[in-house]
């Protein structure tokens, strides 16, 4: 790397923490700067369901290794597994099914184990969901969902294991230049840290149910999803971004919010009715149970709903990880791995699709 010296990542996500726990391990000296603590904005709040599926191939293989580094983390931290491999189930209705199955087929020859079900093998394997609509199941087994305060923060430990500096409680104010090159960041509290290069990896700081719900679960017809949570508690929700990476325009809460600051994080009592009502045809069991208080998470959406991954144009020494867009957890431990080496070699193949400048272009 230019200088041979250090590098500042902004933003102790999922994304921040992996370029931070990649670029000590590979010898850079790094400061994690975060506003608050590790995971303490999306990434704590994330629903964190994984899969394989999607229906953009470097997505599929960014999940793919994100798992991977997932499932690798008792042996990266020396703490315990923070992912639940109970299975991951996709439906689709006709209006899919083929591009459904030439993904899965794609994502098969990737190395990830995802099945392709009929409507009667579906049945099979969900005792009480009903069949309506559904042309085409997929079945990942190796998929799930994770733990992901407890993921992201382990893996923000083990940066710190292998040498990183973590700065928890520190707002990044502004950035500061030198000419048309990056040379630091500046803390509100005055502060000036100096660097070759800095990563931007910061977005807006924030029993009876395995029988109903047995595995983790996203309906592309309902645009819903869910998963069994802790103890007789199934985490439901709609998604605006998200599930394929293909936004739907007819979600619940695809609003813009103007200050990330006062984003209504709770969920009213109706709110909740209506999500649980959107399973009501599929899983009619799910309104037999009760809801308890659910929390809302906001999350940045691109124009495109793909994250913009890359060197910043114009500016030497800046590199940007933001808007992934509602599906950013399982991807992220291997983005951070690949903007680690797009910082210490340069271009990386796999981020070519999300770099910032396509929107130049446009
Ligand atoms: C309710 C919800 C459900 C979701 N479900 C899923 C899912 O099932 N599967 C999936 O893959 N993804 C899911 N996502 C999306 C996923 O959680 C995010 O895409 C991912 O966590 C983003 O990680 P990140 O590291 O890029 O950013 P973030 O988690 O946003 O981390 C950015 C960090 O930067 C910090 N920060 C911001 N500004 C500053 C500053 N000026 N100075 C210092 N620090 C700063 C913040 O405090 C934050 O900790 C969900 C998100 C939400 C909210």
Excluded at 28 to 39: K, Y
Excluded at 113 to 128: C, R
Excluded at 294 to 306: C, E, K, N, V
Excluded at 341 to 348: I, N, W, Y
Aim: aromatic residues 6%; hydrophobic residues 45%; proline residues 6%.
């Amino acid at each position: 790397m230019r200088n041979g010296s250090d590098v500042i990542v902004v933003g102790a996500g999922i994304v921040g923490s992996s370029a931070t726990y990649h670029l000590a391990a590979s010898g850079v000296t790094v400061t994690l700067v975060e506003q608050t603590h590790p995971a303490g904005g999306p990434s704590g709040k994330s629903s964190a369901l994984l899969h394989a599926f999607y229906l953009m191939p470097e997505l599929s293989q960014l999940a793919i290794r994100g798992r991977e580094i997932l499932v690798s983390l008792p042996e990266i931290s020396g703490e315990g597994s923070f992912v639940t491999e109970i299975g991951m189930m996709w439906v689709c209705g006709n209006d899919n099914e083929a591009s459904w199955k030439s993904a899965a087929e794609r994502i098969r020859g990737e190395g990830a184990l995802i099945e392709t079900l009929s409507p009667q093998a579906f049945a099979d394997a969900a005792p009480g969901f009903a069949l309506d609509n559904v042309a085409l199941a997929l079945w990942e087994p190796e998929y799930g969902y994770a733990d992901a305060f407890g993921a992201t923060n382990a893996i923000a430990r083990a940066a710190k294991a292998r040498g990183a500096r973590v700065m928890q409680n520190s707002l990044v104010e502004r950035l500061v230049k030198e000419g048309d090159r990056i040379s630091g960041v500046a803390l509100a509290d005055g502060t000036v840290l100096k660097a070759d290069a800095v990563v931007l990896a910061a977005s807006p700081g924030a029993g009876k149910a395995r029988q109903v719900m047995p595995f983790a679960w996203c309906d592309d017809i309902s645009c819903n999803y869910a998963r069994p949570d802790n103890d007789g508690v199934i985490l439901a929700g709609t998604w605006a971004g998200g599930g394929t990476g293909v936004r739907h325009e007819q979600a619940g809460r695809p609003r813009f919010v103007d200050n990330p600051d006062d984003y209504m994080e709770g969920v009213e009592e109706a709110e909740s009715v209506e999500i649980l009502e959107t399973f009501a045809t599929r899983v009619p069991a799910m309104a037999d149970l009760g809801i308890r208080p659910g929390y809302a998470g906001l999350y940045d959406m691109s124009p495109d709903d793909l994250p913009v991954i890359g060197a910043m144009p114009g500016v030497d020494g800046l590199f940007v990880s933001a808007g992934s867009s509602g599906h950013g957890f399982k991807t992220g431990p291997a983005v951070g791995e690949a903007v680690a080496r797009l910082v210490t070699e340069g271009a990386q193949p796999i981020l070519a699709p999300f770099s910032p400048s396509r929107f130049k272009a446009a």
